[in-house]
């Protein structure tokens, strides 16, 4: 069974301190790596964590305030220094093609790779991205400027083929295909062969919801429901609750609010304000009402 593994390079909000850079994670699914937020530090990180830049296929950008976009420049010049050659493709918020262009313009002209940008709508839930092995769906966010979180949904097979069964009654390779699509096999003799006997129930697909900046607001519950892991910023402790209405951010306790109310099986928070020595009260903020809570640390790797 294939694993969604997520590094976290950064959980902080606003500015770098000596605790914790800015937001930044990417989540690895058969071999292949995506990124999400691009604060600073990044590549710093990446290289902590022994991540390949080579296998970084696609960078998310929630929304274009600094802590969540400023590590591109140097992470983009980085990759081509190392010779990057494949295509990367940037998705984010009306305005992430102006600030790449700029860059590009002033920076990039020996770049030696394609990038493609990708403007989002933030204000609708929809699938923007798909290749064989996930499909990424956007999800509005409420801030101070345009924001969306993102949905990654795995891709797997309905059935899996019983390759046992198949070599038993001698099922020539052309017909798997349609036996993975629900058909039954007819033998010569006229028996037919049940597709239930000639395969296995495939796993449901694993599901991460990235829900960075946002006041909290209930109904974004219904498009996360269920998921196996929610990231759900975590900026102030309920003390601050006025200062997180004040800012459009949420505390510990309506992170786990939300999780709560979405059937989440697990709850990570992160985005802490640098007001906070440590995660471990907002952590516990967020275990009163969510349990099956985690504190986001910068080298942090959870596989679900």
């Not at 294939?2 to 909000?13: D, E, P």
């Not at 996930?134 to 019983?162: M, N, W």
């Not at 798997?176 to 006229?190: F, H, P, R």
């Amino acid at each position: 069974m294939n694993s969604f593994t997520l590094h976290i390079l950064g959980c902080g909000s606003a500015t770098p301190t000596t605790l914790h850079w800015p937001s930044c994670q990417i989540l690895e699914l058969r071999g292949k790596q995506y990124m999400i937020d691009c604060g600073e530090g990044c590549q710093f990180n990446m290289r902590k964590s022994r991540l390949n830049f080579a296998r970084l296929r696609t960078i998310f950008i929630s929304h274009l305030h600094g802590d969540h976009c400023f590590g591109l420049p140097g992470l983009l010049s980085t990759m081509g220094l190392l010779g990057r050659t494949g295509t990367l493709q940037i998705y984010g918020p009306e305005g992430i093609e102006e600030y790449l262009r700029t860059y590009l313009q002033l920076f990039g002209q020996r770049q030696p790779f394609e990038i493609e940008v990708h403007t989002v709508d933030t204000i609708r839930h929809t699938c923007i991205y798909s290749d064989p092995s996930l499909s990424v769906y956007t999800l509005p966010l409420q801030h101070r400027i345009p924001t969306c979180g993102y949905l990654f949904e795995e891709k797997c097979a309905a059935r899996h083929l019983d390759k046992l069964s198949c070599d038993f009654y001698q099922i020539p390779l052309r017909a798997y295909k349609s036996i993975l699509e629900g058909a039954d096999y007819t033998l010569n003799t006229g028996e037919v062969i049940p597709n239930a006997r000639l395969t296995t129930p495939g796993h449901p697909p694993k599901r991460y919801a990235y829900c960075s900046d946002t006041r909290f607001f209930p109904e974004l519950a219904e498009l996360v429901r269920g998921v196996d892991l929610l990231y759900h910023e975590a900026t102030f402790m309920n003390a601050e609750k006025s200062r997180a209405e004040e800012t459009n951010h949420s505390t510990a306790a309506e992170a786990a609010q939300l999780a709560q109310l979405a059937g989440a099986r697990e709850l990570l928070i992160g985005h802490y304000s640098a007001r906070y020595l440590n995660s471990q009260d907002l952590l516990a903020e967020a275990q009163a009402i969510f349990p099956d809570t985690r504190a986001a640390n910068e080298q942090q790797v959870i596989t679900f």
